[in-house]
């Protein structure tokens, strides 16, 4: 059966943060990926960090339409007309991005994460070097929280040694994970 | 700008982290505007790679940038 996200739209309603926070695991990959043909016009990381909050601010009122994941379609309209603002704010754009464009009208569907390649990634990340493990460890446990320079300093590196380890890292992961036949710049496509 | 560099800011572009603004609104990070179109690409490649080793490593599958929003909305201690 397809998965519809909208099935904890009462919750949302409520304002309940894990029910988001499970609406949010599911939603993100998608919504990224539909901000992909603004990605050298706009930082698709800080447009899509604020539609996520401007969706959890309406999610309260937020009424399904009977299709499924209407939440989700509209997370995605409000990414898009995000990024065309910032475009236009910017004025970096070199082409015209408008409501027609196949980013906003393409539809979207959410991703239930896959247990075996989540116990693959566990796997390959219990086999880095202790340097680059903890690098990438840090990034994940400050969840966006702090910038690279004060997490480098919190482990004792330079900023420089700090990204280059979390580098290494992402390396290594999809080496290790290619062996296990899982490549990692098509799975998150 | 030499290999090493563009690396060093597509790296960075890649955190969740990013400044705020006077109302709270979420910036770009500054590494993001050093680069050139080749390095905002290789940053979103980066970027949605490294979330997804991130949710793949995480007890609820959330990555940093859903962690980062959760922290704004209150839920991350």
Redo the contacts between chains.
């Keep these: 059966m397809a998965l519809d996200l909208d099935e904890i739209a009462a919750a949302l309603a409520l304002g309940d943060p894990d029910a988001f926070a499970w609406w949010l695991a599911r939603a993100e990959p998608a919504l990224r990926r539909s901000l992909a043909t603004f990605a050298t016009h706009i930082d698709v990381e800080a447009v899509l960090q604020e539609s996520l909050l401007r969706v959890w601010q309406v999610a309260a009122r937020y009424q399904p339409d009977g299709k499924p994941n209407g939440l989700l379609r509209l997370a995605k309209r409000i990414g898009h007309n995000l990024a065309i603002d910032a475009v236009r704010r910017d004025r970096t754009g070199v082409r015209d991005f408008d409501d027609a464009d196949d980013a906003n009208t393409a539809s979207i569907e959410p991703v239930e994460p896959d247990p075996l390649l989540r116990q693959a990634v566990e796997r390959c990340h219990a086999e880095l070097p202790d340097r680059p493990r903890a690098a990438l460890e840090a990034r994940v446990a400050s969840g966006g929280a702090s910038p690279d320079r004060a997490l480098a300093e919190a482990l004792g590196m330079r900023l420089n040694t700090f990204l280059q380890n979390v580098t290494r890292a992402r390396q290594l992961l999809a080496a290790c994970l290619e062996r296990r036949g899982i490549r990692l710049d098509e799975v998150w496509r | 700008m030499t290999a090493e560099e563009r690396?060093?800011l597509v790296?960075?572009?890649?955190?969740?982290?990013?400044p705020r603004d006077r109302d709270g609104?979420?910036?770009?990070?500054p590494a993001?505007y050093d680069l050139d179109?080749t390095g905002?690409?290789e940053?979103?490649?980066?970027?949605?790679?490294?979330?997804?080793?991130?949710?793949?490593?995480?007890h609820?599958?959330?990555?940093?940038?859903?962690?980062?929003?959760?922290?704004?909305?209150?839920?991350?201690r």
């Design positions: 690396a060093r790296e960075q572009a890649a955190s969740a982290w990013r609104a979420v910036r770009a990070h993001w179109d905002r690409r940053a979103f490649e980066a970027t949605a790679e490294i979330r997804w080793i991130e949710a793949s490593l995480d609820e599958g959330l990555s940093s940038t859903a962690r980062a929003v959760l922290a704004q909305i209150g839920r991350e």
